[in-house]
């Protein structure tokens, strides 16, 4: 009985060693994370001022009953033509390799024995349908 007692006692000691690591490392993650809302150097109950998004979705205008305007609202700043230039120069900058890897994009070509199970072998070879030595001729244009 005091065999299975002290067993016990070393396996609960055991699981609060590993909660409290948890924890700690719970917290030291919380730590190194810095985001815009919790960078280094500001507090940690600290929010910034958000402005309401008003979407113009369309909706006010479908009451054909009501005699009064709808209230347009203001246009928020990160919406502006002016944010928007800024943000698509950053992205421009960028180099497309990283891009590429952020999203995952890599060149793909689908396996056609996959999509056509019974397919001829011979036929999975890419062959040129036609030669063209000049471009189409234009067709004529259809009389109304």
Known sequence: ?????????????????????KQKMKHRMEDKT???????????????????A???D??????SDEDEEPVDRPVPEWSTSKARR???????Q???AHVDRLF?????????????PR???????RTSSAVWHTPPARLPALAE
């Open 1 to 21: 009985m005091k065999k299975e007692a002290a067993i016990m006692a070393k396996e609960i000691e055991k699981r609060q060693k590993e909660y409290i690591e």
């Open 34 to 52: 810095h985001t815009p809302l919790k960078g280094p150097g500001t507090p940690s109950g600290w929010q910034p001022q958000l402005s309401p």
């Open 54 to 56: 008003y979407m113009a």
């Open 58 to 63: 369309g909706f006010q205008y479908l009451n």
């Open 86 to 92: 800024g943000q698509l120069y950053v992205q421009s």
């Open 94 to 96: 960028l180099c497309r």
């Open 104 to 116: 995952s994009v890599r060149v793909h070509s689908p396996d056609l024995r996959d999509i056509f």
């Open 119 to 125: 397919i001829e072998r011979a036929r999975l070879k």
